[in-house]
């Protein structure tokens, strides 16, 4: 029996099996393989927080596996030789990874092309040189790029930010300093945002660029791996910029239009942190599920006290709700629709969801449920992050409210 009306298209219940099949022969054999040193935080990462080799091996074999097999670039534009698939595809395809890597397998995290860091629409509007020089290798999985937008004084508020890239010749000369930039550390290329017209930028109106930049440009650096959520190392790092040369060849998009570049990405995101939420919500609480008929207490099974259940069939409620909205907004999405409004309320709730199912299935768990096998408390703190990652819960709110404001009610 389904808990939805709605079936995926044949299209996409044939890409999920495949998927599913795909973290089964590529996935699951490669990360038993190597538990010990993907689980071990000592292992994982180098002291200087970066992953080991044998890390950056392990994924980059999954992209390749993944490139071969026809999933890598399934979300990348068909211009730029992807399937061009919509957002319901995305959203399926993410739902199934999360599932399939059943809360800790995180290498087949890498099983599609993430928007920031591999092939996307992103790059739909590389130069053609651009396009000649990087686009084989991202598509085959070989090499990885990196977002930068974010500045230690502009997160939220991204106009604020300061990098600056002043006309030189033909192209520009690029300074400046970027912060929580996921995959730098190990990326190829950077796709860097800047000021490049100030007044225009002073008065919010545009002004701001996007630039491919190789990350070993001179004058490109990482200056730290940032330490994330517990772990002994990281995904994100401090950047700087010090007159880092741009060619004409390494604009993307249009001049002073970077943020339209920007959003090409956005939406993908905020989609793709949906479902990993409604994945990790549903896998923690059919988890619970079954250990409530195990775990006996006082004589009795534990699902005999509503104290312990109840919660968990809110847990249920919220992230079959979350789903439904997720489903509805790609359809919206795929029908061309902005849905800020929709996507903005699916991203806040779907992950306040899964939040609040890995905390019940923790507490219902008890003791064991705060032990790192049971993968709950490191699934529990990559959900707290997606609180602020692509967009926070209060510049989603504030979306929500600005387009309630402008006369949508349409609830
Ligand atoms: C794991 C992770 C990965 C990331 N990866 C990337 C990446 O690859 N590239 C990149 O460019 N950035 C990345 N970011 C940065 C992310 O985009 C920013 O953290 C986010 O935009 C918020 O900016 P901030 O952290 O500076 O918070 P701030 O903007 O300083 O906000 C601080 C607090 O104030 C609230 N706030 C701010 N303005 C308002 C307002 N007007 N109304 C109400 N509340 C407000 C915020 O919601 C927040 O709670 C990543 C972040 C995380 C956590």
Redesign the pocket.
Known sequence: MSATAFEYPDEIRALREGLAAFIRAEVVPRHKANAELLEDEHRKFSPDGRYTPEVLRLLREVRQASARAGYYAMCVPESLGGMGMGYLAWYAAWEQITESCEGHMWIGEVAVSHW?TGPSPVLEHLTEEARRTILPGMMAGDTTM?????EPDA???AMMMKTRAVADGDGWRLSGS?I???NSPYADYCIVFAVTDPEAAAQRKSGISAFLVPTNSPGFQIQRVIR?WGHAGGN?AVLSFDNVRVEPWQLVGRLHRGFATAMLGVNLGRVYNSARAVALGRWAVRQALDYVKIRKTFGRPIADYQGVTFPLADAATQVHAAHLMSLNVCQLLDAGQPARKELSMTKLYAVQAGMQALDRAMQAHGAIGMTNEMHFAQNFLRMR?LN??DG????LR?TILKELLDGDLDL
């Open positions: 920031a990196c977002f930068g937008m974010s997160g939220s508020d970027k929580w930039t996921t994330m994100e992050m602020v990652a926070t819960n209060e510049i504030r």
